[in-house]
Protein backbone atom coordinates (compact mmCIF):
# COMPACT_ATOMS: atom_id res chain seq x y z
CA UNK A 1 0.00 0.00 0.00
CA UNK A 2 1.56 3.34 -0.81
CA UNK A 3 2.18 5.96 1.68
CA UNK A 4 -0.04 9.23 2.20
CA UNK A 5 2.38 11.66 -0.32
CA UNK A 6 2.25 13.17 -3.06
CA UNK A 7 3.60 11.53 -5.99
CA UNK A 8 6.26 12.99 -8.93
CA UNK A 9 5.31 14.06 -12.02
CA UNK A 10 6.18 10.69 -14.31
CA UNK A 11 6.86 8.31 -11.92
CA UNK A 12 6.28 4.18 -12.54
CA UNK A 13 4.81 2.07 -10.23
CA UNK A 14 7.68 0.17 -9.81
CA UNK A 15 9.35 3.56 -8.52
CA UNK A 16 6.41 4.42 -6.40
CA UNK A 17 6.45 0.85 -4.65
CA UNK A 18 10.49 1.29 -4.07
CA UNK A 19 10.09 4.49 -2.89
CA UNK A 20 7.60 3.70 -0.52
CA UNK A 21 9.95 1.23 0.96
CA UNK A 22 12.65 3.21 1.30
CA UNK A 23 10.57 6.20 3.22
CA UNK A 24 9.84 3.48 5.65
CA UNK A 25 13.61 2.55 5.85
CA UNK A 26 14.16 6.48 6.34
CA UNK A 27 11.56 6.99 8.71
CA UNK A 28 12.83 3.95 10.97
CA UNK A 29 16.49 4.84 10.76
CA UNK A 30 15.22 8.65 11.74
CA UNK A 31 13.60 6.69 14.79
CA UNK A 32 16.54 4.86 15.73
CA UNK A 33 18.90 8.15 15.38
CA UNK A 34 16.43 9.82 17.98
CA UNK A 35 16.96 6.83 20.07
CA UNK A 36 20.73 7.18 20.11
CA UNK A 37 20.77 10.97 20.71
CA UNK A 38 18.28 10.03 23.61
CA UNK A 39 21.21 7.28 24.64
CA UNK A 40 23.68 10.15 24.46
CA UNK A 41 22.34 12.51 26.28
CA UNK A 42 21.91 10.36 29.33
CA UNK A 43 25.32 9.34 29.25
CA UNK A 44 26.93 10.76 32.97
CA UNK A 45 29.74 13.15 32.98
CA UNK A 46 33.75 12.33 33.81
CA UNK A 47 35.72 14.67 35.99
CA UNK A 48 38.91 16.15 33.75
CA UNK A 49 41.81 15.43 35.92
CA UNK A 50 44.03 17.40 34.13
CA UNK A 51 44.94 21.22 34.16
CA UNK A 52 45.84 21.39 30.55
CA UNK A 53 47.03 24.61 29.11
CA UNK A 54 46.38 25.96 25.49
CA UNK A 55 46.84 29.31 23.28
CA UNK A 56 44.84 31.35 21.63
CA UNK A 57 45.36 34.11 19.45
CA UNK A 58 43.42 37.14 18.99
CA UNK A 59 39.82 37.14 17.23
CA UNK A 60 41.47 38.54 14.34
CA UNK A 61 43.02 36.15 12.20
CA UNK A 62 45.71 38.55 10.36
CA UNK A 63 46.80 39.46 14.03
CA UNK A 64 50.09 37.57 14.38
CA UNK A 65 51.53 39.63 17.34
CA UNK A 66 53.07 37.55 19.81
CA UNK A 67 51.40 39.68 22.45
CA UNK A 68 47.95 38.98 21.93
CA UNK A 69 48.52 35.15 22.04
CA UNK A 70 47.29 34.11 25.33
CA UNK A 71 46.64 30.82 27.62
CA UNK A 72 43.64 29.10 27.81
CA UNK A 73 42.17 26.43 30.08
CA UNK A 74 39.22 24.31 29.05
CA UNK A 75 36.82 27.05 31.31
CA UNK A 76 37.89 30.25 29.51
CA UNK A 77 36.61 28.38 26.34
CA UNK A 78 32.92 28.67 27.34
CA UNK A 79 31.17 32.03 25.91
CA UNK A 80 29.37 33.85 28.52
CA UNK A 81 25.66 32.40 29.36
CA UNK A 82 26.84 28.93 28.31
CA UNK A 83 27.71 25.75 29.57
CA UNK A 84 28.54 23.14 26.96
CA UNK A 85 31.72 23.06 24.74
CA UNK A 86 31.99 21.49 21.59
CA UNK A 87 35.54 20.96 20.62
CA UNK A 88 36.49 19.59 17.09
CA UNK A 89 39.85 17.65 17.40
CA UNK A 90 41.55 18.55 13.93
CA UNK A 91 44.34 15.92 12.67
CA UNK A 92 47.57 18.64 12.13
CA UNK A 93 50.88 17.41 13.71
CA UNK A 94 53.29 20.28 14.80
CA UNK A 95 55.47 18.72 11.87
CA UNK A 96 52.94 18.80 9.16
CA UNK A 97 52.96 21.77 6.49
CA UNK A 98 48.62 21.40 6.32
CA UNK A 99 46.13 20.27 8.17
CA UNK A 100 43.87 17.01 7.25
CA UNK A 101 41.68 18.10 4.27
CA UNK A 102 38.73 15.88 6.10
CA UNK A 103 38.74 17.49 9.37
CA UNK A 104 39.63 21.10 7.50
CA UNK A 105 36.20 20.06 4.73
CA UNK A 106 34.42 19.50 8.69
CA UNK A 107 35.73 22.52 10.23
CA UNK A 108 34.49 24.62 6.88
CA UNK A 109 31.07 23.47 7.55
CA UNK A 110 31.16 24.19 11.07
CA UNK A 111 32.65 27.85 10.44
CA UNK A 112 29.86 28.71 8.09
CA UNK A 113 26.65 27.46 11.11
CA UNK A 114 29.10 28.56 14.29
CA UNK A 115 26.76 31.75 14.70
CA UNK A 116 23.96 29.23 15.10
CA UNK A 117 25.17 26.47 17.39
CA UNK A 118 26.56 29.29 19.44
CA UNK A 119 22.79 30.34 20.31
CA UNK A 120 22.96 26.92 22.67
CA UNK A 121 27.04 26.10 22.92
CA UNK A 122 30.19 27.22 22.46
CA UNK A 123 32.18 26.15 19.52
CA UNK A 124 36.21 25.69 19.40
CA UNK A 125 38.28 23.80 17.32
CA UNK A 126 41.74 22.77 18.84
CA UNK A 127 45.00 21.15 17.09
CA UNK A 128 48.39 19.87 18.29
CA UNK A 129 50.09 22.25 16.05
CA UNK A 130 51.98 25.92 17.08
CA UNK A 131 48.98 28.44 17.51
CA UNK A 132 50.62 30.55 14.62
CA UNK A 133 50.46 27.54 12.00
CA UNK A 134 47.04 26.69 13.28
CA UNK A 135 46.17 30.35 12.73
CA UNK A 136 47.48 30.42 9.47
CA UNK A 137 46.22 27.70 8.02
CA UNK A 138 42.74 29.17 9.76
CA UNK A 139 43.31 32.42 7.36
CA UNK A 140 43.70 30.51 4.04
CA UNK A 141 40.37 28.64 4.71
CA UNK A 142 38.71 31.17 6.08
CA UNK A 143 37.55 30.24 9.50
CA UNK A 144 36.31 33.48 11.23
CA UNK A 145 33.70 32.16 13.23
CA UNK A 146 35.26 29.55 15.00
CA UNK A 147 38.21 29.96 17.74
CA UNK A 148 41.24 28.53 16.98
CA UNK A 149 43.64 27.14 20.06
CA UNK A 150 46.26 24.74 19.91
CA UNK A 151 47.35 22.13 22.17
CA UNK A 152 50.85 21.58 21.45
CA UNK A 153 52.46 21.02 24.73
CA UNK A 154 49.79 19.51 26.92
CA UNK A 155 48.88 15.67 26.81
CA UNK A 156 45.36 16.91 25.79
CA UNK A 157 44.65 14.96 22.42
CA UNK A 158 46.04 11.77 23.78
CA UNK A 159 44.22 11.93 27.23
CA UNK A 160 40.86 12.57 24.84
CA UNK A 161 42.34 9.17 22.81
CA UNK A 162 43.09 11.84 19.64
CA UNK A 163 46.73 10.87 19.88
CA UNK A 164 48.32 7.61 19.21
CA UNK A 165 51.69 6.49 20.98
CA UNK A 166 53.44 7.51 18.10
CA UNK A 167 51.95 11.00 18.05
CA UNK A 168 49.86 10.32 15.19
CA UNK A 169 46.95 12.45 15.68
CA UNK A 170 43.32 11.46 14.62
CA UNK A 171 39.91 13.03 14.51
CA UNK A 172 36.55 13.85 16.24
CA UNK A 173 34.57 15.99 18.37
CA UNK A 174 34.02 16.22 22.15
CA UNK A 175 31.66 17.60 24.14
CA UNK A 176 32.35 19.29 27.31
CA UNK A 177 29.78 20.75 30.63
CA UNK A 178 30.54 23.39 33.23
CA UNK A 179 28.49 22.01 36.10
CA UNK A 180 26.46 25.01 38.64
CA UNK A 181 29.81 24.51 40.49
CA UNK A 182 32.17 25.82 37.88
CA UNK A 183 33.55 22.09 37.40
CA UNK A 184 34.40 21.15 33.91
CA UNK A 185 33.50 18.07 32.94
CA UNK A 186 33.96 15.43 29.69
CA UNK A 187 30.64 14.11 28.59
CA UNK A 188 31.03 12.80 25.30
CA UNK A 189 33.23 12.34 22.42
CA UNK A 190 33.02 10.84 18.41
CA UNK A 191 35.67 9.28 16.59
CA UNK A 192 36.14 9.35 12.56
CA UNK A 193 36.63 5.56 13.28
CA UNK A 194 34.21 4.21 15.63
CA UNK A 195 35.72 0.96 15.64
CA UNK A 196 37.56 -0.98 13.70
CA UNK A 197 37.41 -0.46 10.45
CA UNK A 198 34.07 1.57 10.74
CA UNK A 199 35.23 5.22 9.60
CA UNK A 200 31.84 7.10 9.39
CA UNK A 201 31.57 7.84 13.16
CA UNK A 202 31.69 11.69 11.87
CA UNK A 203 29.60 11.42 8.71
CA UNK A 204 26.36 13.15 10.27
CA UNK A 205 28.14 15.90 11.52
CA UNK A 206 28.62 17.08 7.89
CA UNK A 207 26.48 17.88 4.60
CA UNK A 208 28.61 16.82 2.26
CA UNK A 209 28.61 13.19 2.60
CA UNK A 210 24.57 12.96 3.33
CA UNK A 211 24.14 15.08 -0.17
CA UNK A 212 26.31 12.53 -1.52
CA UNK A 213 24.32 9.94 -0.78
CA UNK A 214 21.08 11.51 -1.94
CA UNK A 215 22.28 11.05 -5.50
CA UNK A 216 22.48 7.93 -7.90
CA UNK A 217 26.49 7.27 -7.94
CA UNK A 218 26.91 8.20 -4.11
CA UNK A 219 30.07 9.15 -2.66
CA UNK A 220 32.04 6.18 -4.19
CA UNK A 221 35.62 6.40 -3.25
CA UNK A 222 35.70 10.40 -3.46
CA UNK A 223 37.81 12.39 -0.75
CA UNK A 224 37.87 15.89 0.06
CA UNK A 225 40.74 17.92 -1.09
CA UNK A 226 42.63 20.50 0.46
CA UNK A 227 42.05 23.04 -2.26
CA UNK A 228 39.92 22.88 -5.16
CA UNK A 229 41.08 25.36 -7.43
CA UNK A 230 43.75 28.52 -7.59
CA UNK A 231 41.35 30.59 -6.22
CA UNK A 232 41.28 28.96 -2.80
CA UNK A 233 44.80 28.65 -2.38
Not at 72 to 86: E, K, N, Q, V
Not at 178 to 185: C, F, H, K, L, S
Not at 198 to 226: C, I, Q, Y
Amino acid sequence: MALERESYVGETEEYRALRDELLRREIALSDQAEHVAKLRRQLPTNPVTADYVFHEGPSDLSDDSAAGISERRLADMLDDGTSTLLLQHVMYHPDDDEACPMCSMWADGFNAIAHHIRQRASFVLTAKAGVRKLRTWGRRRGWTNIRLLSSYGSSFQPDFGFEDVEGNQTPGLSVFVRTDAGEIRHSYSVHAQMTGEHWRGMDALTPVWNLLDLTPKGREDWFPSTFYSRTED
